[in-house]
C-alpha cells in the first residue's frame, strides 16, 4: 500500500518519498515504541502547529528503527457507504470513511482541506483510495463531529465527558465547526458532572469556557484557579502552579498561553492577596487605636488590657511566621503560597493572638469572644472582590463565541466579574 499523503507534503521523488514513508511508519508503530525512541511528531497538543520545515527535520533526525512488524488491520468506520476519502485520525489511526464533499460544506477550513492542491485526492492507489491522515486530530471527537456533518444523529451522543468535550473544541476551534454543533452544546455542557479541581481539568474547563462564550463557566473554574494558584520566580520569570500540584506549571500549559490568560490571571491572584491585606491591615489600625475596642467586656481598664494583649499577639504571631521582612509585612508581590493557604495562615494567626492575650485565662469566660478581628473565610475574599477589567475575559470574544455555540444566556459575568447593571444587554 502507498504511504499515505500528508497535508503540505508536496514532494514526491528522491528523499521526500523516503521522509513519507518513515513518518507514516512512525505514525503507525508509535504505539509499540518506548517514549524515547517515539518522534514527537504525532504527540503534539492540540491547537499547537509546528512548521513544517521543522518537523520533517525532526522526524528525520528522530526516526530510529522501531519494531518491525506487521500493522494490525484497523475497522473502517463507514459514514458513507459511497464515502470517497478515509480519515485516519490520531495516534492510533482510527480510519473513518465518509463524504469528502459533506465535509467540504462544512467550513471553509474543511473546504480547504478537502479540495486545496495539499488534499492528497490526486494520489489514490492504495486499498483505501484517497486517505487523509489526521494524526493532531482525537479520532472521539472527530467521529461525534462526522455524525453530525453525516446526518447520524441517532448515535449522536446525549452527554460527554469534559475530556471529550475538550477534544470537541479543539477540533472544532481548528476547523471552525462550532456552529455546526449549536443544536448539542447546551446539552453537553449542562450535563457535565462537577469536574475534579485539579490542574488538567481546570485547564479544560478554562478552554471549553473560552471556546463556547460559557462566561459562568469561566469564573467558576477560575475562581478556584485564582484561589489555588501558587507562585514561583525562576530565572526573574514568574511561574504559577496549583497547590498541591507541583509538577504542572500553569505558565507553560500551550492552551493556556494560546489563550494568553496567564498574565490577567496572576494579577487577578495579586487583587485576591491585596484583600486579605487590605482585612489585615484594618485589623490592626483598629486594635492599635484608643477610640476603639475589640474585646467585649465592659469594664475599659481590661478592654485596654485585652486590645493590647491581642495586638501584641498578632504581631508575635506574624513575627512567629516570618511575616514581616525588614520591619514591615513581607506581602503582595512576595506571596509565594495560594489565596487559599494565605486565609488559613491568617486564620492560625489569629487564634493564636488570642491565645497570646491570656485573658480567658484570667477572667475566665468574660473574654471569651474577644478577637482581633471576625474570623473570615476564602469565600468573603472572591465574594468581596470584583476582579475588574484588567483580570475579566474581553465581554466581547465571550459574547461571538456564545453566538456560534448557542449559549448566549451563559455568555454574561454573574459573580467574579460581574460588572455594573445594565452591562451586557443585548
Ligand atoms: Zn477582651
Not at 471552525?176 to 457535565?192: A, E, H
Amino acid at each position: 500500500m502507498q504511504p499515505p499523503k500528508n497535508e503540505g507534503d508536496e514532494s514526491d521523488e528522491g528523499d521526500g518519498r523516503s521522509v513519507k514513508r518513515l513518518r507514516t511508519e512512525n505514525n503507525a508503530f508509535s504505539h509499540l515504541s518506548t517514549e524515547s525512541t517515539r518522534p514527537s511528531l504525532f504527540i503534539k497538543s492540540e491547537g499547537v502547529t509546528t512548521k513544517k520545515e521543522d518537523w520533517l527535520a525532526a522526524t528525520v533526525v528522530d526516526a530510529k528503527p522501531v519494531v518491525k512488524m506487521p500493522p494490525a488491520p484497523k475497522k473502517m468506520e463507514v459514514f458513507h457507504v459511497h464515502g470517497d476519502l478515509t480519515l485516519v485520525a490520531g495516534e492510533q489511526g482510527i480510519r473513518f470513511r465518509i463524504s469528502s464533499q459533506s465535509l467540504a460544506l462544512v467550513s471553509s477550513a474543511w473546504e480547504r482541506k478537502i479540495n486545496g492542491p495539499f488534499s492528497g485526492k490526486q494520489s489514490q492507489d492504495g486499498a483505501d483510495g484517497w486517505v487523509m491522515p489526521l494524526p493532531e486530530d482525537h479520532p472521539d471527537a472527530l467521529r461525534i463531529a462526522l455524525q453530525v456533518i453525516h446526518y447520524k444523529f441517532d448515535v449522536v451522543p446525549a452527554s460527554l465527558s469534559l475530556d471529550i468535550v475538550f477534544h470537541l473544541t479543539v477540533l472544532c476551534d481548528k476547523y471552525d465547526m462550532v456552529g455546526l454543533l449549536k443544536p448539542f452544546w447546551i446539552g453537553w455542557i449542562s450535563k457535565l458532572s462537577q469536574p475534579a479541581l485539579e490542574p488538567r481539568s481546570l485547564v479544560q474547563q478554562v478552554w471549553v469556557a473560552h471556546k463556547l462564550g460559557h462566561m459562568q463557566l469561566y469564573e467558576r473554574a477560575v475562581k478556584e484557579v485564582l484561589s489555588s494558584t501558587t507562585k514561583r520566580t525562576v530565572s526573574g520569570r514568574t511561574q504559577l502552579y496549583l497547590e498541591g500540584h507541583p509538577d504542572f506549571n500553569l505558565s507553560k500549559d500551550p492552551h493556556l498561553l494560546a489563550l494568553g490568560l496567564l498574565e490577567s490571571w496572576e494579577l487577578g491572584r495579586l487583587q485576591l492577596i491585596r484583600q486579605v491585606k487590605a482585612k489585615l491591615d484594618t485589623a490592626l489600625r483598629k486594635l492599635s487605636d484608643p477610640k476603639n475596642t475589640a474585646c467585649h467586656y465592659a469594664h475599659p481598664d481590661w478592654q485596654k488590657t485585652c486590645d493590647c494583649a491581642m495586638l501584641g499577639g498578632v504581631h508575635r504571631a506574624l513575627q512567629g511566621k516570618s511575616w514581616y521582612s525588614s520591619g514591615s509585612i513581607n506581602w503582595e508581590n512576595q506571596v509565594t503560597v495560594s489565596v487559599r493557604q494565605l486565609v488559613n495562615k491568617l486564620e492560625a494567626v489569629r487564634t493564636e493572638a488570642i491565645g497570646e492575650s491570656r485573658m480567658r485565662k484570667k477572667q475566665g469566660s468574660a473574654h471569651k469572644t474577644c478577637t482581633p478581628w471576625e474570623r473570615f473565610e476564602l469565600t468573603d475574599i472572591l465574594g468581596a472582590c470584583s476582579l475588574g477589567t484588567d483580570v475579566a475575559p474581553n465581554p466581547s470574544t465571550f459574547e461571538a463565541q456564545a453566538r456560534k455555540s448557542g449559549l448566549m444566556a451563559y455568555a454574561y459575568p454573574t459573580s467574579l466579574f460581574r460588572r455594573p447593571s445594565g452591562f451586557g444587554a443585548a
